[in-house]
């Protein structure tokens, strides 16, 4: 059965630090992974989807990066604001059409 | 309206109560899901539906009830609900199982907020 963990649960910065979220599952037949951000009480925002086939994907100060074969996926936030404050989630899907696997998120406090 | 919508955001119900919960995607998808985030518990599935069609049933007590009539709805229907039961319930939708191209990004509504008095 597929799990995935993201560390750490929780982390404070101050604004302007370069930061990495880590994620990690314990199957390595993935058909994808998405990191989604998660604001309080909120729904889910899709950031990035990484392919199977593929090993990072970039949208502005966003980087995540995908290691299948060690079951790892790290997300890289570049120069941090105090908007960047939010849950991440982490989640994998086995193949298309299929649920999605989250982690428990990493909560995320960036200080002015 | 676009993206996916959800209605209501917030619902308070009694045990002997029933409701519904409505999702609805603006995407031209064909696949949506159910999911529950609990507290301090990691968002988990409940249904897929693939083309109208029930694909996934993740073990879920049958006071939930899901209906799918077309592509672009998805129903929760909720009754004799326990305190437990009170989460946030997400809508997802996706664009088709079997095409390759859309890598099934699965795209989230805002959730309703439930709780079971």
């Known amino acids: 059965k597929q799990e995935v963990t993201q560390i750490p649960a929780a982390l404070s910065v101050p604004e302007g630090e370069n930061l990495v979220l880590n994620c990690s599952f314990t199957?390595?037949?993935?058909?994808?992974l998405q990191w989604f951000r998660q604001d309080p009480g909120k729904g889910l925002t899709s950031l990035l989807l990484?392919?199977?086939?593929?090993r990072e994907q970039t949208s502005g100060r966003l980087n995540a990066s995908l290691d299948k074969s060690s079951g790892r996926s790290t997300l890289y936030i570049a120069a941090s604001q105090p908007g960047d404050s939010a849950t991440y989630l982490c989640?994998?899907?086995?193949?298309?059409?299929?649920?999605?696997?989250f982690g428990k998120g990493t909560t995320l406090s960036v200080s002015s | 309206e676009t993206g996916v919508t959800q209605t209501p955001r917030h619902l308070v119900m009694g045990m002997t109560n029933k409701k519904s919960l409505k999702c609805e995607q603006h995407?031209?998808?064909?696949?949506m899901y159910w999911y529950k985030q609990s507290a301090k518990k990691p968002l988990e599935l409940m249904f897929v539906?693939?083309?109208?069609?029930?694909?996934e049933n993740n073990s879920v007590p049958s006071r939930f009830s899901p209906e799918c009539p077309n592509s672009s709805h998805l129903f929760l229907h909720l009754h004799t609900l326990q305190p437990e039961d009170s989460a946030l319930y997400l809508c997802?939708?996706?664009?088709?199982?079997?095409?390759?191209?859309?890598?099934?990004?699965?795209?989230f509504g805002p959730g309703t907020r439930l709780t079971v008095l």
């Open positions: 997802a939708s996706s664009q088709d199982v079997v095409a390759p191209s859309s890598y099934n990004e699965q795209f």
């Open positions: 199957d390595s037949a993935i058909y994808n």
């Open positions: 990484i392919q199977s086939s593929q």
């Open positions: 989640a994998v899907s086995s193949q298309a059409g299929t649920a999605l696997i």
């Open positions: 995407l031209g998808h064909n696949a």
């Open positions: 539906y693939n083309f109208k069609e029930q694909t």
